[in-house]
């Protein structure tokens, strides 16, 4: 199973729209397997809206998919979301990965939308549902506790006859939910030993249920700053989220080695986010990978 490496980010290190676009471009070019955004409504600092986001990327680019890591289905409603994923799909050619979860519970967000996390897994499970009977082209009558629709049905259909729905979260709800319902699981800050064990719980629950996830749809993905000998390292970059087992820094053998601790546990999808700040730094840091990592992935 090939293993692709895509790039993400969760702070936003630049210092206008113009410099992601340089940096989109350079992935683009440099063969990036995918682009990931995470989501978040609510901050003090830039952060982009993931729907928003696909959509420019599917104008922006002809080759890289690009995904959610991943959209709160809490957030929005289920129709709006299943529209807009198809339409994405549908204009990119088929490049859309939709990767969705409950949204952090302590973020912000919920307080701001004027919503309780309570029962949102229950919701969650029916807005997957209603949407994977929509993206298959029926007409859906749906009466559950959180979602009443009539005659729901949307038109383009995704590109993509089964279009992907990975599902985020390790806990056991969010590993039955992936098992029942998804087609991949995109992990967040695991560590390669966590991810192996939640990779290994999907397996088992999709096999009671008599399903399989295709080996190559589970995705994790850590921090990476590739850095030469003499180079100082930044201290204010060197530990997001207090998670130190998710930073690599040092030279493209660490980072590789990484990346096979990961593929020993069965996720073949890396997201790998830079640890850089400013317009330069980063697309420093991407072509580094590009050219120093890649070509041994």
């Given amino acids: 199973m090939a293993t692709r490496v895509g790039l993400g980010l969760i702070e936003w290190p630049f210092s206008s729209a113009e410099g992601y676009w340089r940096w989109i471009d350079l992935c683009e070019e440099g063969g990036i397997d995918s682009i990931w955004q995470s989501d978040r409504l609510v901050s003090d600092t830039t952060a982009l809206e993931c729907l928003s986001v696909m959509a420019a990327l599917a104008g922006r680019t002809r080759r890289m998919k690009f995904g959610m890591s991943v959209l709160s289905l809490s957030w929005r409603e289920p129709l709006v979301v299943a529209k807009a994923c198809a339409t994405i799909d549908y204009l990119s050619g088929g490049r859309l990965l939709p990767a969705f979860g409950l949204g952090s519970l302590k973020l912000p967000d919920w307080a701001a939308l004027g919503l309780e996390p309570k029962g949102a897994g229950a919701a969650m ?16 009558d749906f009466e559950g506790v ?10 383009p259909l995704p590109v993509q006859a089964d279009l992907p729905l990975w599902i985020g979260g390790s806990s056991p709800a969010a590993i039955r939910r992936t098992a029942r319902y998804g087609t ?17 719980a999907i397996k088992a629950a999709a096999s009671e249920l008599g399903r399989e996830i295709d080996p190559g749809h589970f995705g994790g993905g850590f921090f990476y700053r590739l850095a030469r000998e003499g180079e100082a390292e930044p201290p204010a970059l060197a530990r997001p989220f207090g998670v130190a087992s998710s930073v690599v820094i040092g030279d493209a053998d660490a980072v590789l080695r990484h990346i096979r601790a990961y593929e020993a546990g069965g996720v073949t999808k890396l997201v790998l986010r830079p640890l850089a700040r400013g ?4 697309l ?10 890649l070509p041994r992935v």
């Fill in 184 to 200: 991949g699981w995109m992990g967040g800050v695991e560590t390669p030993e966590s991810a192996a064990e939640t990779v290994a």
């Fill in 284 to 293: 420093v840091q991407t072509r580094r990978l590009v050219e120093e990592v």
């Fill in 279 to 282: 317009d330069d730094d980063v």
């Fill in 146 to 155: 959180h979602i009443r629709a009539k005659g729901a049905r949307i038109s």
């Fill in 125 to 140: 499970d029916e807005a997957l549902e209603f949407i994977i009977r929509l993206w298959r082209g029926e007409t859906v």
